[in-house]
């Protein structure tokens, strides 16, 4: 599999060709690793491979229509949770805390309870995962124990500390690691 818009992280796309390529995919995952280094890009990029209708070898074609919606964000059986998720669901009240709530993750797993629109996978990519409260946490719990079939949870964090231990007992947990100064050098110039 090859993540083209990620760089220095290779390890971490390794194990995920791995997966893809064994055909085992693990219901809920936990990327972990600094911020801006690239987790969110390679949970869009893998999500997008699991749909693609044309993907070979592993590689989503980038073409097909359910390659465009995902890059566009716009997927319906991809959830991109974060604040602003949250905010749209309360009707534009932003969140004060900065966490995410019970009702949000609540709403989140009664949509990965419906059948996939397009019969594929339903993905579902959390943001910040270390923002959620507890009672969102053991909301979000009771279903990547028991997951409905192909559906995928990506938890992803620059705190990993701040989970609660049963969270990531649960996920095939992924490390990012801080990009090469061979890769920031020339985004800076």
Not at 38 to 67: M, W
Not at 78 to 97: H, I, R
């Amino acid at each position: 599999m090859s993540f083209t818009q990620a760089q220095g992280q290779q390890r971490a796309v390794r194990l995920l060709s791995g997966l893809l390529a064994s055909g085992r995919i693990p219901p809920a995952m936990l990327f972990v690793g600094p911020d801006g280094v690239g987790k969110t890009l390679i949970a869009h990029d893998f999500a997008k491979t699991l749909l693609c209708g044309s993907a070979g070898g592993g590689q989503p074609c980038g073409l097909c229509g359910d390659c465009q919606a995902v890059d566009r964000r716009l997927h319906p059986d991809v959830k991109a949770v974060n604040q602003d998720y949250q905010t749209s669901l309360d009707e534009g009240e932003v969140s004060k805390a900065g966490t995410l709530k019970i009702k949000t993750i609540r709403h989140l797993r009664h949509t990965m309870e419906l059948q996939s629109l397009l019969g594929r996978w339903k993905i579902a990519v959390i943001e910040d995962a270390h923002t959620l409260e507890l009672e969102s946490s053991n909301a979000l719990l009771k279903i990547i124990e028991e997951p409905p079939s192909k559906t995928l949870w990506i938890l992803i964090t620059s705190q990993g500390d701040r989970l609660p231990k049963t969270i990531p007992s649960r996920c095939f947990s992924i490390s990012f690691s801080p990009l090469p100064a061979a890769v920031v050098a020339p985004a800076l110039e």
